[in-house]
């Protein structure tokens, strides 16, 4: 075994350490050798070796390079070398962890990761979390929670009858909301279309003066961090009248509740901890492994109400904490571990640095660009930069020459009308050096591909 594990750390190594070299995008070669594998399971064993070999050779070249300084595209982020390190150790261990009994150890070290991270947020210490694989899944149970708790309200127990007959439920998004929200929306029978949007402002905040009349068992959906320009939602109006009205608040954060972690960045995010649920992503911001989002709930007992799992064979968990018991989840691997080494690597002041890094390349990429003569389209108030550089057809142009070109990668996005490139800064490893040499590749692809605009040389028209 030893050997195959040293080769495959070996590998990994060679790897990341080629990062800074190669094409952010993979080159076609790669790609189109990904073919080999269409091939159909032999009847013959073969070492592990080999297959180990066969996927560095056939899988590393294929990769698009988001663990890296210049990946810049949706909101990824990368991931730190001891979170992978403890990632490795942690399969070794082969946890399965809905339930501590069968890995107290995982359980303790995911115990401790939710405890460290419901207090750099900020949020209720008696809240109950859990890990989840992503802020789609953790928008799913906050919101499962709520629903919950604004039917029983009106004494109806969704988890026992269903939605049938059920005293109908207001849900009201932001016109930005994002789709994962509605798409739990849907899956909860709620519906992805039988909400109420609220309109939002020229960043994609909810305007607390659009707010509906909500009577009766209501939801509100708001947002901390806007997929597209960073902005956050005005949390102390909405989350007052919210509540006024009984409603259940439910904000998606997947990235921008980490601006909590930052005494620079906090005020974004005022007033967000008023909140009844919160999702958030450790794979982001946090630079963990995927899969690793997360779900708080400040009434823990409506998170269990709604995904709590029980039978004989089960044993029982005083503590009230099994992940079983709080995620759509049985079996398990144990994602707080990844975080915790992340944390515990990082401390308070390594996290913060992390946060205020990113936001400060944002600031840079977006002077850099209007420098250059483009239009910057949001408030560059956290790590996302939204960049125009001319018409839609030249703006998506550019975008494609610059993927092509290979030293960094963004992607294209529509806002309120505009075609737009969306640059994303969460990654650790972006260096003030990665950021000059993005942004000179920008200018330069910007610049060749608008001469070749203008000499109609490109796209005859
Ligand atoms: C990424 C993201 C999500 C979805 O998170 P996953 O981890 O991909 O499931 C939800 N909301 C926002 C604002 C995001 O940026």
New binding site residues.
């Given amino acids: 075994m030893h050997p195959l594990l040293e080769d495959a750390a070996q590998r990994a190594s060679r790897y990341l350490d080629g990062l800074d070299a190669r094409s952010v995008a993979p080159l076609p070669d790669a790609l189109s050798r990904l073919a080999q594998l269409d091939v159909d399971l032999s009847e013959a064993s073969q070492s592990a070796q080999d297959v180990l070999q066969q996927l560095d050779d056939l899988g590393s070249p294929a990769t698009v390079t988001s663990n890296g300084g210049r990946f810049y595209g949706?909101?990824v982020g990368g991931t730190l070398p001891v979170s992978i390190a403890a990632h490795w150790l942690a399969t070794a261990w082969d946890q399965n962890t809905p339930h501590p009994s069968a890995a107290p150890g995982a359980a303790a070290f995911e115990r401790t990761a939710l405890r460290w991270i419901t207090d750099l947020l900020g949020l209720p210490s008696t809240a109950s979390g859990a890990f989840v694989?992503?802020?789609?899944?953790?928008?799913l149970c906050g919101l499962a929670a709520a629903r919950h708790a604004v039917l029983a309200s009106v004494g109806w127990n969704v988890d026992a009858q269903g939605l049938f007959g059920a005293p109908p439920i207001t849900v009201v998004v932001g016109d930005e909301v994002?789709p994962?929200?509605t798409k739990a929306l849907g899956v909860l029978g709620l519906g992805r279309e039988r909400i109420v949007r609220v309109p939002v402002d020229a960043q994609g905040r909810m305007r607390a003066d659009q707010l509906p009349l909500m009577q009766g068992p209501s939801i509100v959906c708001l947002?901390a961090?806007?997929?597209n320009t960073g902005a956050c939602d005005p949390f102390p109006a909405i989350i007052e009248q919210a509540h006024r009205a009984g409603a259940w608040v439910h904000v998606?954060?997947?990235?921008?509740l980490w601006a909590l972690a930052s005494s620079r960045h906090r005020h974004l995010c005022d007033g967000v901890t008023q909140a009844d649920s919160w999702?958030t992503?450790a794979?982001?911001w946090l630079n963990v492994p995927y899969?690793s989002?997360l779900v708080f709930v400040r009434d823990g007992a409506t998170l269990r109400a709604a995904m709590s799992i029980s039978a004989p064979y089960l044993a029982d968990n005083d503590r009230g904490d099994a992940a079983s018991d709080l995620t759509p989840e049985l079996s398990r691997r144990a994602r707080g571990v990844d975080a915790w080494a992340a944390l515990a690597t990082l401390g308070r002041s390594g996290l913060r640095d992390l946060i205020e890094r990113c936001c400060r390349h944002a600031q840079r990429f977006a002077q850099g660009l209007r420098d250059a003569g483009h239009e910057v389209l949001n408030d560059v108030v956290l790590n996302q930069v939204l960049v125009r550089f001319g018409d839609a057809d030249t703006t998506r142009r550019v975008i494609e020459a610059i993927q092509r070109d290979g030293t960094c990668w963004c992607g294209i996005t529509q806002w309120q009308g505009q075609t737009a490139m969306r640059i994303s800064v969460c990654d650790w490893a972006t260096s003030d050096e990665d950021v000059e040499r993005s942004l000179a590749a920008m200018v330069r692809c910007a610049r060749t591909s608008s001469m070749r605009a203008d000499s109609g040389f490109a796209h005859p028209r």
């Fill in positions: 949706y909101v694989s992503g802020a789609t899944m953790g928008n994002h994962s929200v947002q961090g806007n997929v998606d954060g997947a990235f921008g999702a992503d794979h982001k899969d989002g």
